[in-house]
């Protein structure tokens, strides 16, 4: 169990951790010289860990590193003094973070009248009257002699023995809270792990810098350890890096993790003795270990009044200065975080972060702050079924799954509880799967309605139609079963209904039967208009308007300016097109024509066709496929 010290400055928190422990925190020179403690300081025994802060109010960014991965608040209180400002801004820290265990050292009752002592704790009772530490038991101790040591000791174990296990489940996240250099191990980082495991010779990435890191050896709790788990303290060795490529408010985790951002929306909670925080407001944002301006703007009102609280989106206002990760930091649903006035003078509020990919657009809209309220419920299921029911074009799991750290049999089961219908990495709602199915065949009518002299729809421009923002995989599952019940019919390349048919006029089909061997005669470089009109000697105008008109059937296609394929060819082309890219990634100019012969002149008119009707993709001076063979009926 990791423990957190809190309370103001010279109320005995290090001397207590060390009658505790038997480790003095303090280790920096500043600290032995002056008497108090600077930086972060850190002692373990067999089952608790202890992390020791500063209690100056200058050090409150010291003090906010440490905390947020604390299980449980140790308020040391001097008898003498009794509360003071930074053990109550302390005490405000803790609720903020959703530290909901803790118990009250009362400490120099060695010092202390008897009357005092019982005063200082009707004061404690007071303090902590409607606050999570409510009912947070108080013990009087005297660090020196030992006095109340052993009781307050006793608690402890018992606390930690009563903790819930965290669960394991998701990537590894480190918060870094130190790095130093070590003789034999190299470059060190300590911290607290927010989720995951982790063990040696894992393959990790510093972030948001984007340092990949491999794990040669860990310490957990300060003993010698194989593997470490989400809750404890951990110091990794780390390969492939350096110390000076390190700071304080980065994070080590599971590569897939990694994803740095500028902005996230939020639920934040202002502090009832604060004033209101106002829409555009810049705060101090503490998280993790980092501490980095930010801009805060309301959603949901144009200010948070005393004690409030309501939806926030967060952006960064310049560089991390701890981090120098060019103005980017890390962050996942679920993270608390501190926020402090611009001045860094006094603690304003704080909250959980919902949303690290959150919109640009209509972010205060009413179906938005649904969802933010859906996303701030504890069960993913939520805010996963609210968003497959509003989102036509289906959400994106990969995304949902990052955002909330969600491991693949979580999201698995998530999607099976919820019914999900799933296409790759796109999940469905079943009513919106079905509505999806009625745009489709409402597109496909109203094309048959405005063109009735063409055969059908060609598949991506249907898609399209349906709806833009719909992925081609997720068309492509959707057409399966009407294709296979024969509610929708392919002719060639084209889509339409099975009622719907059109016939060449018998003129245009015999002129036709005599003009196609010519473009079958060389499939893959038919002869161009001109050179057919000439070879057949019919008029060139007349030969041009019959293969618009046979375009349109769907039995030619127009690859370039005059230059008809048959539909065959076409098909049997795509064919050649996704076996390439399957072999090679990609398809170049050079190698189609390889495969089909003829000039490299030719195979670049057909690869930028089929750029044009949307099958390939170009990417610089190659193409990458967009869509399946079967579109074009092969």
Known sequence: MIIGTAGHIDHGKTTLVKALTGVDCDRLKEEKARGITVDLGYAYTATLGFIDVPGHEKLIHNMLAGATGIDFALLVIAADDGPMPQTREHLEIIELLGIRRGAVALTKIDISPVD??????????????????????????????????????????????????????????????????????????????????????????????NKPVRVRSLRVQDAPAEVGHAGQRIALALAGIEKAEIARGMWVLAPALHAPLRRFDAKIRILSAQPALKHGALAHLHLGAEDVLVRIALLGAEEIPPGGEDWAQISLERSAASSGAEGEIAALAGDRFILRDAGARHTIGGGVVLDIFPPSRKRRSPERLAMLAALADPDPAVALLLAAERQAAGVDLAAYALNRNLDADTLSELCRRLQLKLVGTTAFAPAGWLALENRLFAALTAEHERAPDLTGVERDRLRRLTMPTLSRPAFDALLVEPLQDGRIAQTHAWLHLPEHRVQLAPADRDLWLTLQPALAADPYNPPRVRDVAKASGIAEDTVRALFKRIARHGDAWPVAHDHYFTAQAVAELAQHVARINERDGCVRAASLRDAIGGGRKVAIHILEFFDRIGYTRRVRDTHVSRGTPTQFGS
């Open 116 to 209: 005092r002592i019982n005063q200082a704790k009707s004061e404690i009772v007071e303090l902590l009257a409607g606050t999570t530490l409510a009912d947070a038991p108080i013990f009087p101790v005297a660090a020196l002699s030992g006095e109340g040591i052993a009781a307050l000791q006793a608690h402890l174990e018992v606390a930690a023995a009563e903790r819930e296990t965290q669960r394991a489940g998701g990537g590894f996240r480190l918060a870094v809270d130190r790095c130093f250099s070590l003789s034999g191990a190299g470059t060190v980082v300590t911290g607290t792990a927010f989720a995951g495991s982790v063990k040696v010779g894992d393959q990790l990435l510093l972030s948001p810098p």
